[in-house]
């Protein structure tokens, strides 16, 4: 451990610490495990555990409600008790073991009760990632030596950042392509890879951590700032209370400065200011997180080929981290600078236009859906039912039914390898129709029975053997995009060699009057095998339903026909990009605005309980997604969208409102009286005693704002506002 008492030479240069390449790499493989599982996610809740779309938005959002909660509990146990490394040790090996969970809960094999291991690993995912956040970054900055080496700490939040977007970026390519084109466990995919990975991954990430261990600077717990507030508060509440009468003072938090002091007193009044401009900000982050989950499931009813190349639905997520990157250095050198022309240059004016451009994301996001809902098949309700006979036979049937049919004599006539659908019958409670078929063809008996008609089901009958077989069918889009294929064969038993081969080549063997085998196959050509030799084939796109119907014998031929039952993905997955880029633009103008505000705005010991309450506003946001999720206002999806981007606009109008009233302050040394040390003080300011707006807006000037007098925010109690800042990766 190097000492902090060596004495260097002002000629010779301080060395780069050699700790911090095993923080970086640390951070690298942490954030790779925890995009990857985050990324593919809500396809796992829907897919493998079936819940359906609301419910795994809530447990999405509840998850990551978790991950902005737990920075608090492990700033405080860091900084009170266990120390940095420490905490970021024992944090990260309860994370391992959730990600460990996670992948041994996706094999099948193992009959695990899938969704309580599943709940369990996310738990201990959340308080991992969520206890850490605010550690691993003030502890890279404890390495540093200030003031000599203000420079080479500069560089370290560059790489720093640098690990959270690779880690990010190659994950939420890399993990969408372990989940659908790796196939295990004889399912289509591999959910059990795409979450082993990452979570190896995060076990990698503790080896390196532990690795380093001999080289690190490791600052003893110097107390929390937020249990101080938290006790200015309270003993201003009970000061009041006492002495409101007897001894009345100016301000309320005046009554805790004889318990905590005049300047805890003053730098918590000057934080609550700040603090009520940040009620409007959970209602942002409520529209920003929605990019992992209700987007997510927009994209898996869209089309993503493109020039031969399938985007996943998933993968759409790489694309904010991407923007993020190039936009940074255009929004400093080019919009901001317009926008100064034109008499944006206030933060909190970038901050309600950054707000507005999320409200139109979601507008765009809502207009999608409505072209999306235009395509939608038709589903059975609560109250009504839908009907399909498939005939597999080799001859025409008629049939006259009791059921009200699309004709007046309540009659209707399904070709050989043909199929009739009724895809709205009302059915208020289950009720069967008698129907006679018969045949011209002398060869096909006639055949009398009833059609069942469920509510809320799709039933279907096949004619096949001489004989009605009823099946509940599956019309409904695959919910992760892929085809759907059923197969049908009206053939002898021991004829029944076919098998079909999907484009990824797997291999599945059917067999004789088979209603039941609907097959998840990949998208691409399909091929019906018989007796390992090819009859025939279709091309199966992305969310569609088909049926192929084959009958006959060796000796007549084998004759076949496939159907559509529910149209593939017709709106193409593109459409999503321009509420990508807008929710990105608003990302910068909101998060790194947001958090140049906090810590220009905020004095130096109040700037960990600011980005503290600053990961608080991300948790209540995912908090309002879970209780609009669940009180289901619409049942249209582009409504809810609507209803949302409606929020944001009356939001921004609040925080227009509370920003008009605040003035801006900067924050100068002066020297105490009594102790003849140098303290900040508050000064009622304008824009322009802030630093310029391309020192604010980058991410390494933002850094170095705090630097710039040998001081870093990891001398600050708990160091939240280090990896506070790295939000705007974290939540893509």
């Not at 059609?451 to 001489?466: C, E, L, Q, R």
Request: one cysteine or more; a neutral charge.
């Amino acid at each position: 451990m190097v000492s902090s008492s060596f004495k260097v030479s002002e000629r010779e240069p301080v060395k780069y610490p050699k700790a911090v390449g095993f923080i970086i790499s640390n951070e690298f493989c942490e954030r790779f495990n925890y995009y990857g599982m985050r990324t593919i996610l809500v396809l796992y809740l829907t897919s493998k555990l079936q819940y359906d779309d609301d419910t795994s938005t809530v447990l999405f959002h509840v998850f990551t409600m978790l991950v902005y909660l737990c920075p608090l509990v492990g700033a405080i146990v860091a900084d009170s008790w266990l120390g940095k490394f420490r905490t970021i040790l024992y944090l990260s090996i309860v994370y391992a073991i959730g990600g460990v969970i996670m992948a041994l809960g996706a094999i099948p094999l193992l009959k695990l009760p899938v969704q309580a291991v599943t709940i369990l690993g996310l738990v201990l995912i959340a308080i991992g990632t969520g206890g850490i956040k605010p550690c691993v970054s003030a502890f890279g900055g404890d390495q540093f030596r200030l003031p000599e080496q203000a420079k080479q700490l500069a560089t370290f939040f560059s790489l720093f950042y640098f690990a959270i977007n690779a880690g990010s970026m190659i994950s939420t390519s890399v993990t969408p392509i372990l989940r659908e084109d790796v196939h295990c466990f004889g399912d289509n995919d591999c959910f059990s890879l795409a979450f082993g990975v990452p979570a190896i991954l995060m076990l990698l990430s503790v080896v390196i951590f532990v690795a380093g261990k001999r080289l690190y600077i490791m600052k003893p717990p110097a107390g929390n700032m937020i249990l101080g507030v938290s006790q200015c508060i309270t003993k201003a509440i009970g000061g009041w209370h006492r002495e409101r009468k007897s001894v009345p003072r100016k301000h309320w938090l005046d009554y805790a400065e004889p318990a905590v002091g005049k300047k805890m007193v003053s730098d918590t009044k000057i934080l609550l200011k700040i603090l009520v401009l940040f009620l409007p900000f959970p209602v942002f982050w409520a529209l920003f997180d929605q990019q992992g989950s209700r987007w997510t499931f927009q994209a898996t009813r869209m089309d993503g080929e493109v020039f031969g190349f399938f985007i996943k639905p998933d993968q759409m997520q790489v694309i904010n981290p991407l923007l993020i990157l190039g936009f940074i250095p255009l929004f400093d050198y080019v919009l901001y600078p317009l926008l100064s022309m034109v008499g944006i240059r206030r933060p909190l004016q970038k901050l309600t236009l950054g707000g507005l451009l999320a409200a139109g994301a979601f507008l765009l996001s809502a207009f999608v859906e409505l072209k999306l809902e235009a395509v939608a098949p038709v589903m059975p309700g609560k109250m009504t039912s839908q009907l399909r006979v498939y005939n597999g036979m080799p001859c025409n049937y008629k049939f006259l039914s009791e059921f009200p049919m699309s004709n007046a004599n309540n009659e209707t006539f399904v070709p050989a390898l043909d199929m009739w659908v009724e895809k709205e019958v009302k059915a208020p409670q289950l009720t069967a129709y008698r129907f006679d078929a018969s045949s011209e063809d002398p060869s096909c008996p006639g055949i009398s029975g009833v059609f069942n008609v469920k509510p809320g089901k799709a039933v279907s009958y096949f004619i096949a053997n001489d004989r009605m077989h009823e099946f509940i069918d599956s019309p409904e889009q695959p919910k992760l995009g892929n085809p759907l294929l059923r197969v049908m064969l009206n053939v002898p038993a021991g004829q029944s060699n076919f098998s079909i081969v999907d484009a990824s080549g797997t291999m599945t063997e059917l067999s004789s009057y088979n209603t039941s085998q609907a097959l998840t196959v990949t998208r691409g050509v399909v091929v019906l095998n018989l007796n390992g030799a090819a009859v025939m084939n279709l091309t199966a796109r992305a969310g569609g339903v088909y049926v192929l119907m084959a009958n006959g014998n060796f000796k007549e031929g084998f004759n076949y026909k496939t159907h559509v039952v529910t149209e593939p993905n017709s709106v193409h997955m593109l459409w999503q990009l321009p509420q990508i880029i807008v929710i990105t633009a608003a990302e910068i103008m909101f998060s790194i605005t947001g958090l140049e505000f906090s810590f220009t705005q905020a004095p130096q010991s109040m700037k960990s309980v600011l980005q503290a309450c600053w990961l608080l506003s991300v948790a209540l946001g995912n908090m309002l997604v879970v209780v609009i999720a669940e009180l289901k206002f619409f049942d249209s999806q582009a409504a809810e969208f609507a209803l949302f981007a409606g929020l944001m606009i009356v939001d921004m109008f609040i925080f227009m409102l509370l920003a008009m009233r605040y003035e801006y302050v900067t924050h100068s040394e002066e020297e105490d009286p009594e102790t003849g040390e140098k303290s900040e003080k508050a000064n009622n300011g304008h824009l322009s005693q802030l630093p310029s707006n391309k020192e604010n807006q980058s991410y390494k000037t933002s850094k170095e704002s705090t630097t710039e007098k040998g001081e870093h925010d990891s001398s600050a109690p708990n160091g939240i506002s280090n990896e506070a800042y790295d939000h705007n990766e974290e939540t893509k």
